[in-house]
């Protein structure tokens, strides 16, 4: 029974997990993109230029990251949408039949 509710539990609050976990994916991007950035520079010569460029690509990827997050909590909640449809619908054909 606990394995049950447990994997209900799952299923249906995927979306919100991912939501929850956007500010963290955000700000661990930009800063591993910064200081790798930064560690690359200074190993080619310009510290400076490397920690901009990485900052860029943070920023991108968290952001990808970001809509990556939205578009599957979009897709599980039409999902459930669907399913609440579906049921609902049976359970008015049960009814009047």
Do not use: P
Request: hydrophobic share 45%.
């Amino acid at each position: 029974m606990f394995k049950r509710r447990l994997n209900q539990f799952k299923n249906e609050n995927v979306g919100m997990f991912d939501l929850a976990s956007i500010g963290i994916t955000l700000a661990l991007a930009i800063c591993i993109g910064y200081f790798g950035g930064k560690w690359i520079g200074g190993k080619l010569g310009n510290a400076a230029v490397g920690s901009f460029i990485g900052f860029g690509i943070g920023v991108a990827a968290g952001f990808m990251e970001m809509f990556r997050s939205i578009a599957r909590w979009n897709r599980q909640l039409a999902r459930l949408a669907k399913k609440r449809h579906d049921t609902s619908g049976q359970a008015q054909d049960t009814e009047e039949g």
